[in-house]
């Protein structure tokens, strides 16, 4: 078993002899085992145990892997924490509260030791029960792969690797090898108890499987391994995809091109959805394949509303050309859009200059050269800005944002009103962007929608004697 | 059941009502509920059956398909075959062979009924029993993936689809089915006898799996659902990788950029070795997994002979910047190379031309101006075009190829005596192409080796009086 670690320990599992490393060691079969080989093959080591505090026995359990490093003159952590509590606090299962509390400090010791990697003693049978595990629960590809030899970034560090040297190694090797150089392992009764799901499938259904293929385990490690390198193309394809795709990224929101994803093939959807809910919910676990499939449908066939909830506090959105995906606790970004204060009103001077925020300021200017204006007004780009006739207007100018039962005469409708709400929806404002919208009115009368039209009251026209341009801008 | 049909029927198969649809009905419960259920929904059909000869009954059976088909003003097409005889011809399995005998069978027929597609009967449970086989015996995504709704290409045919209208229906339900609707299956005891080992995992194993989650066949659907999609993205990665990295796609033999293919993450070179397998053996079905490590091995690490044997009769090779895969009674392509029958002693004239096969000709030409010769050959960038003393020459010039004992002296290298073999490796001329390459001999001294080098005791001195010009060049 030693000849083929060195070449595990280099091409597998990336580590080098002369950095420390950090080796989580329970006291049972396999970390010993783990242990014993690192030493002989001269690695140095920094050896970490956490003491779950399930069992009277464990504190004496620390203190003999505690002696074990000392005598092999390795430095050596011990913590003891309630895994019992830990897992009531957080609604844990107990294999997962001592899982989350072990890794922790696994990784802040690595840290604090500025340790090369972390490693741990997972074995081949270990990988077998994973991937059993994922097929049994359902999983997609992530889950099927099982392990890694080497796992950077994991879910605990994004720059300290998660080694498992082992993991090609079948526990009956380590249990020889345990017995060939007296090492004495724990009896691990906790473990036993607490990863009961996992000792059913180790004790029943593997030898059941045997019957099917007695090579089943083999086979099993072999499909994870292949997997994990599929996995990888799927990776570096859904990056890929993520930046042609990924329009904003904030605090708690996520947008896509709406387009951009639609056109991705539905594998790749899956993937983005996944990872975009990673990232705002970077605690989760398992997350749900309905939620994905649904999240699928409303991207095909949005409903009216063009919005639904999802899971985990998360919601999502179609807006004009984006795909939202937010956490319920987050303002999405307003993506720059000029707003005032919802009930405010202000007056807008002419000429003069009136700041609305973020930057954005409304000005206005008055002239007499009305063919001038004509022209400018008959070949103007730029929707945020316009000219109006000032014989038209019945008073001074006002900013405010929508109120109930606010109509418009859109220019070019031959002076029809309609409601504000409809011809909002009509020039497709995104919805969060509506209520506080600028209007400038005089007196109820609104003259202009910035960004989007003149009113025809106030149009220049034959008899216009004096014009207003007034321009909304951002500095 | 019929509600979701249409559905599944357009969104998943992708099927027109009005182009001819051949469906393969055995007469078991699954086909003739297919049957049923295409039929009501109006789509234009032609019954297969064949007759596998494994029973008595089975003839009987092939009638009752027939009068059925009949019964509803579908067309209908009988065979009969010797399964069992074409199993033991062909030393395959009475599965596989009932699998192949059948599935050809359906596609010619479709071929000439100008059918859109070939309808099967498989259903989820079918789904979820393939996936666990693929699971127990091993294999890669390619067969972790299950089947498809819709599958183009396929083992039978470019362009003609095979679509599962049933994989989403359960047998329950399809069971359900027949019983409400009064359908009378045949027992299938020809069926229960060939897929023993399928019949295993549905009578045993899925209950028993039922036990570590009750959902588990639902699981292991969606599984297969999932990894579909991804297969997706992995064979589109896949054809881009094998774009960048083909060189040469010739009769049983396939070449790719060394340098290129080494660039590919692992799982990709994995892809791409099973794509070029598939490509030289398109029967071979299941891949050996040990076989595509060992290619992978052979990239990474080829033996001095740069050569190995593989599976199927095929080999690798890796020649300077190319990696082989080819099969043993193809003739590698000799890429264009120039090059002269083995023994063979011809005379070129000078002035002369002699044509060597394959388009090339070597001509040559004598002149007296040796300055501008000297100048040419100074300036000159073609290795297939070289200027020689002809006063340094001891007789006329002959071609040939190489013999034992061969010895070069370079130009460049003060004189200095090497033998022609390591010559040819020094400036990697590709080992096959070495034996028929032709030299440029006058008596026993090589005064030229085409495209690469002249030989120093003809170079053009000061005291050189006349040169001869030598070209070897492709038509």
């Keep these: 078993m030693l000849d083929r670690f060195p070449t595990t320990l280099q091409s597998e599992c990336y580590l080098e002899k002369d950095r420390p490393l950090l080796v989580g060691v329970s006291g049972g079969p396999d970390s010993l085992c783990l242990l014993d080989v690192l030493r002989r093959l001269d690695y140095r080591l920094v050896v970490a145990h956490l003491d779950h505090a399930l069992r009277p026995e464990s504190a004496e359990e620390a203190l003999t892997v505690k002696r074990l490093a000392e005598s092999q003159g390795a430095a050596c952590v011990i913590k003891r924490q309630d895994v019992n509590a830990f897992a009531e606090l957080h609604g ?64 605990w560090s994004q720059d300290i690797p998660l080694v498992r040297p082992l993991l090609g190694t079948w526990r009956e090797e380590v249990l020889a090898y345990c017995q060939a150089n007296a090492l004495k392992p724990n009896l691990d009764l906790s473990n036993q108890d607490i990863r009961f799901y996992r ?21 099993l490690w072999r499909t994870a391994r292949l997997l994990n390198d599929d996995f990888a193309i799927l990776e570096h394809a859904t990056s890929l995809a993520w930046q042609a795709c990924l329009r904003v990224r904030s605090d708690g929101a996520i947008a896509f091109d709406l387009q951009g994803l639609r056109e991705q093939p539905v594998g790749l959807q899956r ?97 007499t050269d009305v063919e001038g204006a004509r022209q400018l007004a008959y070949t103007n ?8 006739d000032n014989g038209e207007l019945n008073s001074s100018l006002l900013v405010r944002s929508r109120q109930p039962g606010d109509r418009f005469r859109p220019l070019g409708m031959g002076g029809k009103s309609l409601k504000l709400a409809d011809f909002l929806v009509n020039v497709k404002l995104p919805r969060r962007a509506r209520a506080a919208w600028p209007l400038v009115v005089s007196q109820d009368e609104i003259v202009w929608v910035p960004g989007f039209r003149l ?11 004096e014009v207003i341009k007034i321009k909304l801008a951002r500095e």
């Design 381 to 388: 780009a730029d929707p945020f800005q316009a000219w109006l």
């Design 271 to 367: 993937h983005l959805l996944r990872r975009a809910i990673n990232w705002l919910r970077p605690g989760l676990r398992d997350i749900d394949f309905d939620a994905i499939e649904h999240a699928l449908e409303f991207l095909v066939n949005p409903p009216r509303s063009r919005r639904r909830d999802l899971i985990a506090g998360l919601s999502l959105l179609i807006e004009e050309n984006q795909f939202w995906l937010f956490t319920w606790e987050a303002d999405l970004p307003n993506q720059g859009w000029p707003q005032v204060l919802e009930g405010d009103v202000r007056r807008l001077d002419v000429p003069g200059v009136l700041p609305l925020g973020a930057g954005w300021r409304l000005s206005a200017e008055i002239t």
């Design 455 to 465: 009113a025809h009251p106030v149009r220049l026209r034959g008899e216009t004697e």
């Design 92 to 155: 844990l299962s107990l294999e997962e509260a001592a899982r989350n509390v072990r890794y922790q400090f696994l990784f802040e010791q690595a840290q604090l030791y500025q340790a090369q990697a972390v490693a741990v003693g997972h074995t081949a049978d270990d990988q077998v029960e994973t991937v059993l595990m994922h097929i049994l629960r359902g999983a997609g590809l992530s889950g099927l792969k099982g392990m890694a030899f080497r796992s950077l970034p994991n879910s």
């Design 199 to 219: 000792n059913r499938l180790r004790r029943d259904l593997i030898p059941y499987l045997k019957d099917y293929n007695p090579r089943v385990r083999e086979v």
